[in-house]
């Protein structure tokens, strides 16, 4: 139970105390009515005595009274005894649990149980729940605390009110008056005959048998006479002669003289006397006074403003409440921090009403304050009349009856407690069978007279027990019980029990434990046997706070729970509030249970009327259900505490209710979760009545705010007819990181490009589409007169389709002050604009700031998640701020997509607008300590766009853009710029990742040649007569004359800008990626205004393309050194030559209908070499190639000119062409000379030279005795030795069938010879996966650098030259002996040490046999030194013993450079073989 403000003991005390009687004569009456009072009335705040009395027992001891109440009433003789109450003491309790409230503004103290935080307006205590059992200790000294938990003031109330109002009984005494105040006033002309009236009328009203009510304790009641004297009407003299009369009369402890009103009214204003007696007049007792019309009438208002069921009240129609609702705050105030499903806001219950019928001064009868004719002297008089009564008259005459009636009863005893029994048994006692009831003898047992022994102990222990003497009491109780018991006298022997339990309980120092099982019995007794639900209502008040008091809550508890029932809603409801009160309150707090019980009393609650305790109930135990995963319940506590919010006209905090039920993920179904919104809606549509001022914030559908997405500008034109646009960025484009930043490099690329390299300190990457994983610390750049469109993610979180109207964006708008051609009213200037008023008003928005677009119907069916694109257009510079959407809410009609006009004036009535504000938090920030420690985000301020003024937009279209392509090939295709804004644009650029995709040509572009327009080519051609196409076609290019090879180009529009309005066009060559495959090209476009000084320095438009790449050649290429000593070369130049074998396969698998190919050209590009001649053995110029053939094709390079190399500071490049057809393409043009740069941007041999250049000046700093110059490096005397840097581009046409039509595609594939004797491929190799390497746990000693020696032998070159054919007499000679000359060349820039070896290897005997006939004569070994590049013939003789065929390559060369220490045999021995006929003549 809660906590109350009395103790145990003070509450039983309470309930049982003395009873007297008033009987007043009208001019008394007249008298106190001065005051607002009756003469009971005017006495009842002084009814507690101050100070102790005495009293003495039986056996002559002395007994303190302490803290005694009497019970002072006036005389009612209609009520009956029944064992229910009447409606109208129904409504009184009703009235009195409406009326006390909890206090205003009270302070919220909490309970902390565990997991759970419970909120009572009174002290707080802490706990946990059975497995924390760390807290035990806290917990036991709550449970002992006094405290502990709320308190719960309309239940003290109720039971104080519910003792008041019950009946006398004849089964108990406790309730019968003792005494009777017979009061006459002063004035009276004989108040000795007034006493004398109201002395017979008091024993009339005793004895004559009228009456069943009211009912005396006593036959002899004491009579205690009071002369009531007015001091205002002065005749004090009279008034004490008349008390001295009295006095001789009915003797000094009997009479008593009270002299009142002494204040006249006008010194009301002077001082101000304190009203005691406002806090009684509203408990009026019924047994007293009865119910007056005004009460009633109070009480029959009060119970229609609580709907209070029929039965209670008859027949009245329900109505609003008309309490005042300047509410503030709920007593039970929840935890405001938590996002619960509970209504934080509640207001506080009103407790001091409003002057209506119900209050004090309308229960007294009358207008005006109580008491104001008395002064604080009365106030102590009426205070000393009390005491006197008490003492002198009232505890004497308890004290004399005690006396009587023990003596009685020890005489009727006798000598034999049992003889009596037994006497009794025999003779039936003087009983007789109960007739005046009209139950059946089972169900009350008998009916004792007034002069019964068993009743004379009854009224003996009530006596004592009234006196507290509770030891005595407590054994004439339990002496009765056995002799009731006896007689089957079930109604008195529960009274017994009761009485008994409580006078153990009540006895000084506990003698005996208190007898819980006693008022079990009781209890039961009364209720199902006696059927009085009254009495055993009383039973369980008294033993719950009994049992409470011993820390006895499940026992408390329970007893509580067993006393609801059907028949009184208001006292199951106030007892299952206790009762969860002592779930709460146990030792191990049983939370779960407090909730359950105050649901089920909140339940009780509204059905008894009193919705404002059902509301506080029911918020109270949504404390523990919310965030529980109780869905259901949490649904169901939110839907009444709505719904009894509303009644109570607290539409707000109805709002907040339903709001929780719609917001959180239901799992209720379709047609409860229907029922709900449309309570919601009607709730909110009359929160909101006329007011639209301001637009409320409504709860559905569910906005994810983190997901809202902004786009700046334009939504991109789609293709017209053959023009394909520019891709560019769109909402439905998925955003991506990695393509992010690849857009990112590009475009810092490109504006470094544009700013002489350097990217400038304020760049700012441009973003046209925000979201959550972009950059969003800067407030974005938009343009004016461009739109910006706010994606919105809408969620419905219902089973339920959702209908939204109207919907639109809400938007801030701070104007810049206007540039000096454009003035702007001086009243806009500094001022905020919104649209928030004209949109909650339905007026048409002002377009002049900012143009807002509205879409007129969103549906969203069923757990639909839907997006909407809200655009806003704004026409002034300035600070725009996104703030939410506005939009009107509806439950759309399911099942049909267009409903019914009906349908539609039904759902309009239950439409609402309202808002939702987008809040968007930005990312988590865990840069330092503290926010690493706290939770703190960072800016998000992609809804807040600085609006700036107009700039140029251009859209891009390409024409004839292919989508497959073979690899290598070229296509033509055509790109348009179109300025489509009203400023003019300039410095056009374009970066991309691959920049070896296209080109828009040198800008030394010759037009088309006319053969190439006939053939639809894309190069330029010249044609070629007779067979001059053997020896190449030279032409001497610089490189600047083309495009930087680097990934950003400049566009070559005429005049460089683009005006309003014009658009250009231009042709753009495409060369098909070399790999196979689908390939991502992204381009991305720059340009920039013509007018400067605005903040976005730039504009960028993307634009991606796929390729599908197929096969088409595979060209494998490979230069060895000629074996023709230089001098001998055909060119008669004097220069050495080199071989180059060119192999091409058709790798095409027919896949893009490709028929054949023709190799129609071969072409080369060097700075220093040049092919020179096809020396292909066939004479045939056309090279077919169908599916998966092969063709070789050899060719002599020669280096170029040397003073072409030499002469110019700038590069240049000779291309040389080899026509194999009838016409020539000029390689060195665009588009060919244009993808050759672009595709050889990065040759291997600047790296290698890089390279090489690092490792010399490694190997100085490492040695510093080496002081060699660089060209004296071994690796690099290799490797320059071996150099080679030809390009070699290999030109065709494919011949593709494809819908019955013949096209003719061309291409170029590429092959870079870096390197004599490596080959090299137009493919590029696939990258193996490294093989898994040892881990090395010690360092090793590196090697020597030593250079194989298969590039060592590349140092010298070997040519024998001799006769073909020998004619010899060998007849005349037997020896034969044949000059040969051996000449050597130093390819290399360094001095090389040769060794040369004449003699026969013998590894094999084969060897022996082949040359045994053969052998060399003269010197057999030379040791030489050549200097660099130089040549040198050595005169050698060869000996033949007989004609045969001979191969004189058998010399063997050994060759190194000066410095080194190893020689290396050359490769000239792995030759082909130097054959010699020696012919016999």
Known sequence: ????????????????????????????????????????????????????????????????????????????????????????????LNEVVLSCQPQEGAATNMITTGDYDLNFSDHSVKASLPWYSVWRETLLEASTSEHYTATTPWFEAYRENFLQSMHASDHEFLNHYLACLLVVSSTETVPVEQFLKLSQEQHRIQHSGEYTNPKWFIPNTLKYYVLLHDMSEGGEQRADSVYEDMKQRYGHQGCYLLKINSRTLSAEEEEQIPDPWSQYLHRNNLQNQGMPDDVAAAVNTAAVENNISAAEVDGQSIEKDGASNSLDSHPLQLDTGSSSGIVHTLSSVHTDLKKSPRDPESLAGGAGSHGACLTLSDHDHIRQFIQEFTFRGLLPHIEKNIRQLNDQLVSRKGL?????????????????????????????????????????????????????????????????????????????????????????????????????????TAIQTYRDVCKNMVLAERCALLSADILKSQGKYSEAATLLIKMTSEDSDLRSALLLEQAAHCFINMRNPMVRKFAFHMILAGHRFSKAGQRRHALRCYCQAMQ?????????????????????????????????????ILTNDSRQTATQQGAFLREYLYVYKSVLGGNEESLPQLPLPCIHSSATRVYFGHERRLAEGEKQAATHVSLDQEYDQDLAAMWGHLEEQIVAAANRGIVPANYQPTQCCLNSQTDNLRCPLAVAEEPIIVEVTFRNPLKVPLALSNLSLLWRFIPDAAPSEEKMPEELEGKTFTNEETLARGMTPKDDIVTTEIILEFLLGSEETKVARLQLLPHRMGQLNIVGVVYNLAAASSGETAPSTEVTDQLDLMVVRGRQDLKIRGPR????????????????????????????LMEVFFLQFPTALLCGEIRKAYVEFCNVSGVALCGLRVASTHPDFFTFGSQTTTPVSPTSAENCSAYKTTAVQGQQGSVAAEMLVSAEDFSQPSGVMDIPIEGSTLQPGESTQLPLWLRGPDQEGVHEINLLFYYESKEKGIKISHRVLRHTVFICASRSLSVQALACRSSVPPHHSLDGKGSSGTLVFIDVENINTSEAGVREFHIIQVSSSSQHWRLHKCINPTKDKDCKLRSRERAKLCFRATPCKPHQDTSDAVKKYTFSDLNLGNERIISSSTPCGDFFFRGHRTPESQQV????????????????????????????????CNELDLNIIVIWKAYVVEDNKQLILEGQLHVALHTIGKEASSLTPKEEAQEMVLLKFKSEVPTPVVPPSAELSQLIKTNLHYPETYTHPFAQDSLCVVPVTLTLSNCSMADVDIIIDLRHKNTSQESVEIHSSFTWVGQTQYKLQLKPQEVMCLTLRACFLQAGVYNLNTPRVFAKPAEQGAMCETSQQTASPALIIINNA
């Open 925 to 952: 920030l865990n840069q330092t300590k503290e926010d690493k420690m706290l939770i703190r985000h960072g800016l998000d301020r992609r809804l807040d766009p600085i609006i700036t003024p107009p700039m140029p």
């Open 416 to 520: 034999s407690r049992s003889l009596f029994t037994a006497t009794k048994k025999w003779f039936g006692g003087g009983k007789v069978p109960e007739k005046s009831i009209s139950e059946p003898k089972s169900t009350f047992g008998l009916l004792y007279p007034p002069e019964a022994p068993e009743l004379q102990i009854r009224k003996m222990a009530d006596l004592c027990f009234l006196v507290q003497h509770y030891e005595l009491a407590y054994s004439c109780y339990h002496t009765a019980k056995k002799d009731f018991l006896s007689d089957q006298a079930m109604l008195y022997a529960a009274g017994a029990l009761e009485m008994a339990a409580v006078s153990a309980f009540l006895q000084a120092g506990a003698p005996r434990p208190y007898p819980a099982h006693y008022m079990d």
């Open 1249 to 1280: 030279d890089g390279g090489s250049s690092r490792t010399s000046s490694n190997s100085k700093s490492q040695s510093l005795v080496s002081t060699q110059d660089r060209a004296n490096d071994i690796t690099n005397i290799v490797k320059k």
């Open 1 to 92: 139970m809660a906590q109350c403000v009395q103790s145990v003991q003070e509450f039983v005390q309470d309930s049982f105390v003395p009873m007297v009687a008033v009987l007043c004569s009208e001019e008394a009456e007249r008298v106190t009515r001065k005051n607002n009072l009756n003469f009971a009335e005017l006495l009842r705040p002084f009814c507690r005595l101050t100070s102790e009395g005495h009293i003495r027992d039986t056996n002559n001891q002395m007994q303190v009274v302490k803290n005694l109440r009497i019970c002072v009433n006036n005389v009612v003789t209609t009520p009956t005894a029944s064992a229910t109450f009447s409606p109208a003491q129904r409504r009184l």
């Open 624 to 660: 523990v259900y919310k965030e529980r995963g109780w869905s259901l319940a949490e649904d169901h506590i939110n839907f009444t505490i709505g719904r009894q919010s509303f009644t109570l006209s607290q539409p707000e905090n109805a709002v907040t209710a339903f709001r929780q």
